[in-house]
């Protein structure tokens, strides 16, 4: 019964290193999803995969990668991480094409960048 | 393109006070209509969700029906409890899109 699994669940990085934010899904979801979160910003769409072997910009897509390793996993990478990029990053997903079927969110990544 | 409107908060209110939580939309065709909670330091959770016009979404005392006419899916609760606090985001999918549309958010905070 696990859902949308993110890791690492808390992370402090300096300016300039890199890192990868993972995410997994057990639900056999198709489409999948990395958002960041800001106070007072509400929820900002970075990229999405509607389906395995394909991935989307979203909205704030710059200094950001992402890669759709297999149905199940959907990473977010950070090459060279910036203040700016401090947030906390929620990984969703869902099954595509389904009426009325909502996001299962994951339980965040806490960025700081220093 | 699509949206979805929220009330500003913080909304605060005593414990046991009624709630109402205003959701506006704009969209072509038909969409599903959803409200997603999240408590402090977690993740968004489903909430109640409805996928046609007059339908009432409810859970854990919370209900919202969708009107098509009004293009509303307000949220409400007869008696708040401390443990309702938390951010409340109305959010619409297209009918057979994947993207979900989400508000901005509006914080809840009931005090005893």
């Known amino acids: 019964n696990a859902g949308v699994t993110q890791t690492p669940k808390f992370q402090v990085l300096k300016t300039g290193q890199s890192m990868t934010l993972q995410c997994a899904q057990d639900m056999n979801h198709n489409s999948m999803y990395w958002y960041r979160q800001d106070p007072g910003m509400g929820l900002r769409l970075i990229y999405y995969?509607?389906?395995?072997?394909?991935?989307d910009k979203g909205e704030v897509p710059n200094g950001y990668n992402v890669s759709r390793l297999n149905k199940r996993e959907f990473s977010l990478r950070l090459e060279s991480a910036a203040p700016s990029q401090t947030s906390v990053y929620f990984c969703?997903?869902?099954?595509?094409?389904?009426?009325?079927?909502?996001?299962?969110f994951g339980s965040g990544t806490r960025l700081t960048v220093v | 393109g699509d949206s979805v409107t929220q009330m500003e908060g913080p909304v605060t209110l005593s414990e046991e006070a009624f709630l109402t939580i205003n959701c506006t939309y704009t969209a072509t065709g038909y969409p599903s209509l959803f409200w997603y909670v999240q408590y402090p330091g977690e993740g968004l959770q489903l909430l109640l969700k409805a996928t046609k016009a007059d339908d009432k979404g409810s859970n854990k005392g919370f209900e919202a029906t969708y009107r098509k006419e009004t293009l509303s899916f307000h949220l409400e609760k007869g008696s708040v409890q401390v443990s309702d606090s938390a951010v409340y985001f109305c959010?619409?999918?297209?009918?057979?899109?994947?993207?979900?549309?989400f508000g901005a958010g509006t914080i809840l905070r009931v005090k005893s």
């Open positions: 969703a997903s869902t099954r595509q094409g389904a009426l009325g079927y909502g996001y299962t």
């Open positions: 959010a619409l999918k297209r009918e057979y899109g994947n993207k979900l549309v």
């Open positions: 995969s509607a389906s395995e072997g394909t991935t």
